[in-house]
């Protein structure tokens, strides 16, 4: 059976691996010879995180891009930008998915979800995005999927915390996860 649109992963919950989720699906396509795009609503490009290490191997040449247009987490205690920026910053991850959608066979949404709960993006503009993905593969990422978002999805995985190293005070581990 040929697909005449792209499939529509979501990834959501409170629990840890929904980024991770992504990133092997990523790795996977590009792999495959697929064109991957990837844009992070939440991380900033000044971040030391791996991932940003990959479109630089020269087996995933030409075939990633990833943009980091965060300004860190809204609303946390580690939030250092103001709310007029992180929309700034949100206005631009929408934009710069845009230009993505149907140049690229796989687009990553990383923590769009969040950035619809924390109103920085609307409802209304991931559902555009997701409407406008022609043969584009879209993965969406981020606490707090929509109603609608999962409905119009043909995969939805819920993540649940059981367990989490950060509730004994253990920070997160580089490679593990960043």
């Known amino acids: 059976m040929s697909i005449k649109k792209g ?11 929904k980024t991770s989720a992504a990133l092997g699906i990523a790795m996977r396509a590009a ?10 609503w939440y991380k900033e490009d000044k971040w030391q995180i791996s991932e940003k290490l ?3 191997r020269r087996d995933l040449e030409g075939r990633l ?9 809204y609303k946390l205690p580690t939030d250092h930008a103001t709310p007029q920026r992180h ?16 140049k690229v066979d ?27 993905r022609g043969k584009t593969h879209l993965i969406i990422t981020g606490r707090g999927a929509t109603r609608t978002v999962l409905e119009v ?4 995985t819920e993540m649940k915390k059981i367990k989490h190293p950060f ?9 593990l996860d960043y």
Do not use: R
């Not at 992963?9 to 691996?17: H, P």
């Not at 891009?65 to 987490?73: A, L, P, R, S, T």
């Not at 929309?87 to 149907?102: M, T, Y």
């Not at 005070?169 to 490679?175: C, L, S, Y």
């Open 54 to 56: 990959l479109p630089t």
């Open 153 to 156: 999805a043909d995969l939805v």
């Open 167 to 175: 509730d004994k005070g253990i920070k997160a581990v580089k490679g």
């Open 31 to 40: 792999l495959s010879g697929m064109k991957v795009g990837w844009v992070s």
């Open 7 to 17: 499939l529509v992963y979501v990834f959501t919950g409170d629990g840890k691996g």
């Open 87 to 102: 929309c700034e910053a949100a206005a631009l991850g929408l934009k710069q998915a845009e230009k993505l959608i149907g």
């Open 65 to 73: 891009k990833m943009y980091f247009v965060g300004e860190g987490f």
């Open 106 to 132: 796989v687009l990553v949404l990383d923590e769009v979800n969040n950035a619809v709960s924390d109103g920085l993006v609307a409802e209304k503009q991931l559902l555009d995005l997701i409407n406008q």
